[in-house]
């Protein structure tokens, strides 16, 4: 039987669990995801001490080098509260308060992602069971609202005229002018300059709504990793921040899942042992259908074949499920986020190319593809290991 | 009763604070409307292709690059993302107080998206 899963009740100082906390799963992987941005791209380093404060109170401490090294401090301890599980909606609050807090100190400091980071931080540490995740929601439908605003009421924007030059400065890929060349004067600035305000617009609305919110989280990524891949940029912490946020938009099972396997099969039996040591919640339950009480309404020989993920409602198999268990593991996201970390230079300036590469494996593209492999490995599980490796 | 307020009373402040914190940014991106800066939550992330070049002289002594970057914590040169009113916003409020004994001539050359070539200056005259 699928147990449902229930905070802890007691403190687990391990970053790689996720109950027993205030915050829902899925909210504090994003706590924690953010912060291993925040930590890894060294950004608590550049917190400012006052110098032109938006507000101008906060001059009192201008060269007062106390004031920086306080919210760098904060940064650190809170981060560190984060990942050890330690009362992390106060941990968020104060982590997103010193990055507000250093944005208000400082005017050049000030940059939208910085911003972001701050108040996705600070509202997650505001979060309480009865709104939910909707504060985080609502502040990344706003930012895709007004920023495709911003850019429908510019007329730079509406003639492709800005694109024609941003393009100029930042995008780094050959092929862009060489398209561009083909087409009539302005034609390709303009449709991205369209491109990019349809987009944001439909992220906004599509995030708002439960039926539509899937494609909105795919129209985001795919935004991303386009810009990316135009100009092999980060725009500050943005490229990894947004995609994490859409971690609020998802619906994470309240209860383990269940995975049918093949328990005559030694290869499945690896996989099995392989996949539950990288559970540290303990969100799959394991079960081999020739012993399962339970099949799920499952056709008896089903499984045999395929592997089954029963997730709630839902059912998978076969390269679908092993896509959804990857996506409801935790950890992976954080096996996906960090080779994008290093500096441009670790990828001879293509790491762009990573983020194409998970975007298409997580596809419907891939999926024929990825079926094909799966039903490969299937078909000769028996030759790679003995039937004999049981536990 | 008083235990159910208790639980309940930090839990509302909360929700409230939470959407206090979102209007205010509602707020932000309205009053973007009529002015020209961006600053905060007016959200126009990298909506902007500023070119600039200042030049800034105090008591008739051209300050370098170096020395540029640091008073106003910008590059001397660059593309700025952010719209130029932000720029000049940087160099008015520190030429008002920190710097407000020198006398600094600021004279901020940019174009928008390749447009004309424009001149903003401080002190205005």
């Known amino acids: ?391 | 009763m008083a235990s159910t307020a208790s639980v309940h009373g930090p839990q509302r402040l909360r929700g409230l604070i939470g959407i206090a914190f979102l209007l205010l940014q509602v707020g932000t991106v309205i009053h973007a409307r009529f002015v020209g800066s961006r600053w905060l939550g007016a959200w126009a992330p990298n909506d902007y292709a500023v070119w600039y070049r200042f030049q800034v002289s105090v008591g008739n002594r051209a300050l370098s690059s170096d020395e540029i970057a640091q008073r106003y914590a910008l590059p001397a040169e660059g593309v700025y993302e952010n719209p130029v009113l932000n720029i000049t916003d940087i160099v008015r409020q520190r030429e008002q107080t920190y710097g407000r004994a020198d006398n600094a001539q600021v004279v901020l050359r940019y174009h928008r998206n390749r447009g004309p070539m424009e001149e903003w200056r401080w002190p205005k005259n």
């Open chain 1, 1 to 391: 039987m699928a147990e449902e899963l229930k905070p802890a009740g007691r403190w687990s100082p391990n970053p790689l669990r996720f109950d027993g906390t205030e915050l829902p799963l899925p909210l504090l992987l994003a706590a924690k995801l953010i912060i291993v941005v925040v930590l890894v791209r060294l950004e608590w380093r550049v917190l400012p001490n006052p110098f032109i404060p938006a507000l101008p109170i906060l001059d009192t401490f201008a060269f007062t080098p106390l004031f920086g090294l306080t919210l760098k401090m904060a940064v650190l301890i809170g981060s560190a509260a984060v990942l050890l599980n330690y009362r992390v909606r106060a941990a968020c609050l104060i982590v997103g308060s010193a990055f507000l807090l250093g944005i208000l100190a400082s005017r050049p400091y000030f940059q939208n992602n910085r911003m972001y980071v701050g108040c996705l931080l600070f509202l997650l540490g505001l979060y309480e069971p009865r709104t939910g995740p909707w504060l985080v929601r609502i502040q990344t439908i706003l930012v895709f609202f007004a920023a495709a605003l911003n850019k429908l009421l510019d007329s730079d924007w509406r003639s492709g005229q800005f694109f024609e030059y941003w393009a100029s400065v930042f995008v780094n890929k050959s092929l862009y002018f060489r398209f561009d060349s083909w087409m009539p004067a302005m034609w390709l600035p303009r449709s991205m300059s369209w491109m990019t305000i349809t987009m944001e617009f439909g992220i906004a609305f599509c995030l708002l709504f439960r039926r539509s919110r899937m494609w909105g989280i795919w129209l985001g990524l795919l935004l991303a990793v386009g810009q990316n891949f135009l100009t092999e940029r980060n725009f500050g912490m943005f490229f990894y921040v947004m995609p994490i946020s859409y971690l609020a938009f998802v619906t994470w099972p309240n209860r383990s899942m269940i995975v049918l396997y093949d328990g005559d099969c030694g290869f499945c039996t690896r996989v099995r042992m392989l996949m539950e040591r990288f559970d540290f919640n303990r969100s799959f339950v394991w079960q081999s259908f020739q012993r399962s009480q339970n099949l799920h309404a499952i056709v008896h020989e089903d499984p045999r074949q395929l592997l089954y993920l029963v997730a709630e409602h839902k059912k998978y198999s076969g390269f679908a499920a092993f896509k959804m268990m990857v996506l409801y593991n935790p950890l992976m996201y954080f096996v996906l986020l960090f080779p994008l970390l290093p500096p441009q230079a670790f990828y001879f300036h293509h790491r762009s190319l990573v983020g194409v590469a998970y975007l298409l494996f997580f596809s419907p593209i891939f999926a024929p593809a990825g079926e094909a492999l799966y039903k490969w490995i299937a078909r000769n599980r028996h030759y790679t290991f003995p039937a004999s490796v049981r536990t």
